[in-house]
């Protein structure tokens, strides 16, 4: 089955600091999400992106399905961004989860 | 919008006794639901998918009889954990997809945690 790694594992930033969180996938997909899980565990769907580039707000994303890998970037960071991020890919309705990068951000 | 909701959001039993967790999509009508589980500081690992009116398909591993899953309607499914031991502790988040051609995105549900002493 298809493989979907993330790095880094975790990240520590000052607030204001940019940062940017890869996911590569093993195989062609079309179903891409990124996902931030909160302190209570809610995941909040960040962007549903299977190709292309997206932007809302301080985050954007960009999936290059060709080469197999996802970026999602996060600008001016603030500590209400900490938590897990995920990163799930897959075929149709099945998506593979990543591990996640956890994201401190320091005030 | 797209709500998911769950019930209940933290639930504690006894070994052995069974456990229902219900999911429902509030703003949309969902064919198709997912259950997932969740270990402390780990993935979410995908337990079956849930499609209105026929059974559940599960994944490799996750015993059917143990995760008894029904779709009953368009807006809810319910996974009742059968005889729980404590290593059947975990969170449970279920997903829904909101029907829209080839769109596979899922939307979540705050999850439940399960404490089985």
């Known amino acids: 089955g298809i493989q979907v790694e993330q790095s880094p594992p975790d990240l520590i930033l000052q607030e204001g600091a940019n940062s940017t969180l890869r996911c590569n996938f093993s195989d062609s997909v079309n179903n891409l999400q990124w996902f931030h899980q909160n302190p209570w565990g809610q995941l909040i769907n960040l962007f549903y992106?299977?190709?292309g580039t997206k932007q809302n707000g301080r985050l954007s994303a960009t999936t290059v399905a060709t080469e197999r890998y996802s970026l999602l970037y996060i600008s001016s960071s603030q500590t209400t961004d900490s938590g897990v991020y995920f990163c799930?890919?897959?075929?149709?309705?099945?998506?593979?989860f990543g591990k996640g990068t956890r994201l401190h951000i320091l005030p | 919008g797209a709500v998911v909701s769950q019930h209940p959001s933290r639930v504690i039993c006894k070994s052995g006794t069974s456990v229902k967790i219900e999911c429902r999509s509030l703003d949309f009508q969902a064919t198709t639901m997912f259950w997932y589980r969740q270990f402390p500081k780990k993935s979410l690992m995908l337990m079956a998918t849930?499609?209105?009116?026929?059974?559940?398909?599960?994944e490799q591993g996750v015993e059917k009889d143990k995760f008894l899953i029904n779709h009953a309607s368009l807006t809810l499914s319910t996974l009742t954990v059968t005889s729980a031991h404590p290593e059947d502790s975990s969170f449970y988040i279920c997903?829904?997809?909101?029907?829209?051609?080839?769109?596979?995105?899922?939307?979540f549900g705050p999850g439940t945690r399960l404490t089985v002493l």
């Open positions: 997903s829904a997809r909101r029907p829209s051609g080839s769109r596979y995105e899922q939307f």
């Open positions: 992106i299977p190709s």
């Open positions: 799930a890919a897959g075929r149709d309705d099945k998506i593979i």
């Open positions: 849930s499609n209105e009116g026929s059974k559940a398909t599960y």
